[in-house]
């Protein structure tokens, strides 16, 4: 997608979209809100050509049946009948929660990197945001997202859906603290950052899928800053991401949410395992540079560097200030 006056103003509408639904108090406000979101969004995936047609069809569609159940569920509660399940899958569905996340993996590989960071973080922050008003159990919900985000990466090749994969893993992190406002926004926003990033690397190299690793000839640098970003979106201490999730770790134990957190331990684990064979590839199994050469050849520390590894030590210095 080429950033033009056209693009500008999708972008324009996609922000109004989201402050209004934000700032109303009104459900039929913020359902207006999140169609200026959609309508904004469909479009520019129509500059990708056929295949940006293709997703920006299957999107289009899967928006527009979660929107009729949306004001079908509305209309149900304007009758006195207090039946808010119906709003409550339209919601998961706009958001692509498991089990509702198929539609997110048939439609990414028609995106560029720029639409993909837009589809996996800003259009979430709506629907996130009605759902806190609810008074639902997501617990079962989260334990599928967290096992099917996990598990489903495991064999992909494909880097597009890896983050795709990753995004709905860290729903399920989201949708554990859904009724903490101050927690899950400050959850998506350190995720938002830390996505822009990698996804920034992936498009300025012109990486599509694991085997492009294999046949890289980045220097050092390069293959630094790449894989301290990947071990930060997977969640390895001491780097930003960590932050996440010891925040969320912390909250289920004061809300005895053992068995939730016993999962998100575990689904952790294999998270990391695709993010570092990522990095064991560029850097380690595929290099023309000599392994004992490495450390002869550290230069001053990029900007994702010292944001992924001073954030987190910065943020626990000041915790017991705020």
Not at 98 to 109: E, N, Y
Not at 164 to 180: A, D, H, P, R, T
Not at 193 to 207: D, G, K
């Amino acid at each position: 997608m080429k950033i033009n006056l056209t693009s500008f103003l999708f972008i324009v509408i996609m922000m109004v979209g989201i402050i209004i639904t934000l700032s109303s108090n009104s459900i039929l406000m913020m359902w207006v809100g999140l169609e200026l979101t959609m309508i904004s969004f469909v479009p520019m995936m129509t500059m990708e050509g056929i295949s940006g047609g293709e997703s920006s069809m299957k999107y289009f569609v899967v928006q527009s049946v979660s929107s009729c159940m949306l004001i079908l569920g509305m209309l149900f509660l304007l009758m006195n009948m207090s039946n808010d399940f119906l709003m409550l899958m339209s919601l998961c569905i706009k958001v692509g929660l498991a089990p509702f996340h198929g539609w997110v993996l048939s439609m990414v590989d028609g995106l560029n990197y720029l639409l993909l960071f837009v589809l996996l973080s800003i259009m979430k922050i709506s629907p996130i945001f009605i759902l806190t008003f609810t008074n639902f159990n997501f617990y079962l919900m989260v334990l599928i997202t967290l096992i099917v985000g996990s598990i489903s990466g495991l064999n992909q090749n494909s880097i597009r859906k890896l983050m795709s994969y990753s995004s709905i893993y860290n729903l399920g992190f989201i949708f554990s603290s859904i009724y903490f406002n101050s927690i899950w926004s400050l959850y998506l926003f350190m995720y938002t950052i830390i996505l822009m990033m990698v996804i920034f690397l992936m498009n300025n190299y012109n990486l599509n899928y694991l085997n492009q690793f294999m046949l890289n000839n980045f220097n050092f640098k390069e293959k630094m800053v790449l894989w301290v970003c990947m071990l930060s979106l997977g969640g390895m201490p001491p780097m930003l991401g960590f932050l996440n999730k010891i925040i969320i770790f912390e909250l289920m134990m004061m809300n005895d949410e053992y068995i939730i957190l016993m999962v998100m331990i575990f689904s952790s684990l294999l998270i990391m395992f695709f993010y570092i064979r990522i990095s064991l590839i560029s850097i380690m199994t595929f290099s023309l540079m000599m392994k004992w050469n490495f450390f002869l050849k550290m230069y001053s520390s990029y900007f994702f560097m010292i944001v992924n590894f001073l954030m987190f030590p910065l943020f626990i210095l000041i915790k017991p200030i705020l």
